[in-house]
């Protein structure tokens, strides 16, 4: 069992930065793919990126490619996701997830799942 706990979130300008964190239970987190995930009002749950265990294979959604980097810590069984240039389409909750050995863009593939850490972007 793993539970996670996102931090981060908050209200920015649009153009602004945020650093969102993860923290996950467990001793074998480094065992654990990670993803990021987003979800506005009315709308589907998207991916954001997502990250393997030992951090060598990273996928980014096209819409933040060049404005985010996610990043884990195995030491700290923490994985972050730092947003630049947000927008104010970038506004929802934020929800990181893990699965079992590998990164994957799908969210019906993640067994675990954090409460969520609102962003919202102001124009």
């Known amino acids: 069992q793993v539970q996670l706990v996102e931090s981060g979130g908050g209200l920015v300008q649009a153009g602004g930065s945020l650093r969102l964190s993860c923290a996950a239970s467990?001793?074998?987190?480094?065992?654990?793919?990670m993803g990021w995930f987003r979800q506005a009002p009315g709308k589907e749950r998207e991916f954001v990126a997502t990250?393997?265990?030992?951090?060598?294979?990273?996928y980014y959604a096209d819409f933040v490619k060049g404005r985010a980097t996610i990043s884990r810590d195995n030491a700290k069984n923490e994985v972050y996701l730092q947003m630049n240039s947000l927008k104010p389409e970038d506004t929802g909750v934020y929800y990181c997830?893990?699965?079992?050995?590998?990164?994957?863009?799908?969210?019906?593939?993640?067994?675990?799942w954090g409460q969520g850490t609102q962003i919202t972007v102001s124009s």
């Open positions: 990250i393997s265990g030992g951090g060598t294979i990273i």
């Open positions: 467990g001793r074998t987190f480094s065992s654990y793919g």
């Open positions: 997830a893990a699965r079992r050995l590998i990164a994957s863009k799908l969210p019906s593939d993640y067994n675990y």
